[in-house]
Nanobody, 127 residues
């Protein structure tokens, strides 16, 4: 698995961006995928996740109702649609994937539970 994140950029507050996480492997559809973000001086934090079957999604409270995660397994791609962006959403956004069986229900929020990481894409929201 080699993840490639793209779609970041500069946008005004209230605007929208769609991030894309793509992979060329044949096994990507079997992986759960998460989006995380990291601002300067802060720890990497969970944003959203989606199960391999698309049936289960999770969101951080700070983005719920504004961001939507989805995936197209036929295209080996996961999307993060970000609407009503705020200056506090400014960060480098990373996608991550993992295919192992997890032992607890909230694993998707934890950086350490993901084996594969993309390179990150910068999102800057101006006020």
């Amino acid at each position: 698995v080699q993840l490639q994140a793209s779609g970041g950029g500069l946008v005004q507050a209230g605007g929208s961006l769609r991030l894309v996480c793509a992979d060329s492997s044949r096994t990507f559809s079997r992986y759960g995928v998460g989006w995380f973000r990291q601002s300067p001086g802060k720890e990497r934090e969970f944003v959203a996740s989606i199960s391999w079957s698309e049936s289960i999604t999770h969101y951080a409270d700070s983005v719920r109702g504004r961001f939507t995660i989805s995936r197209d397994n036929a295209k080996n791609t996961v999307y993060l649609q970000m609407n009503r962006l705020k200056p506090e959403d400014t960060a480098v956004y990373y996608c991550a994937a993992d295919g192992s069986v997890k032992s607890y229900s909230t694993w998707y929020r934890e950086v350490r539970e993901y084996e594969h990481w993309g390179q990150g894409t910068l999102v800057t929201v101006s006020s």
